[in-house]
């Protein structure tokens, strides 16, 4: 999108917008440029941000649930010999014998890394969104256990509030 405008000294100069990621269309304009224009008056402080009195799960947090779940199934599995065996492990044994010794090592250590940087933005977002202990508590222990999409799903309940907040006004 290209926008012109003039100084106060009279030239008229112009820049270029892009949005990222790019417009699908016509529908999402007003969207949009509704959340950038609440993006910009946050920032100068113009308006606050939005606060979030609750937890929410979505469901793509249940994917990341299922490869967590199958994570510690496939790590704790006990061993064929081992007196507490079954055969419902049998499966994480056969991926164990399949996959190199250090895959599950480099498993946790990207998940431990990951999650909890990923838990770090996670503070971020609830000690600005005025989350409050509890929920900012639930939010920080589920982005520890599942990782980015329950701050992504955060983000996206942010800029649902401050549309509503921005079509509130007009």
Known sequence: MNLTYQTKGGAT???RITFDPPLSGYE???PRLLSMKADAEEE?????????????FHTKMLYTATLMAFLIYTTYAPAPDSPSYSPVFAPANTL??????????VSWSMVIVLHGLESLYTLHLCRKHRTGFLVGLQYWLATLALGSPVFI???HQVQQARIESIMKGK
């Open 28 to 30: 999402e304009v007003k």
């Open 153 to 155: 799903d955060m983000r």
């Open 13 to 15: 100069k112009q820049i």
């Open 96 to 105: 164990r014998s399949i996959v190199p010794s250090w895959a599950l090592t």
């Open 44 to 56: 100068l402080g113009m308006m606050p941000a939005p606060q979030i009195t609750s937890f929410r």
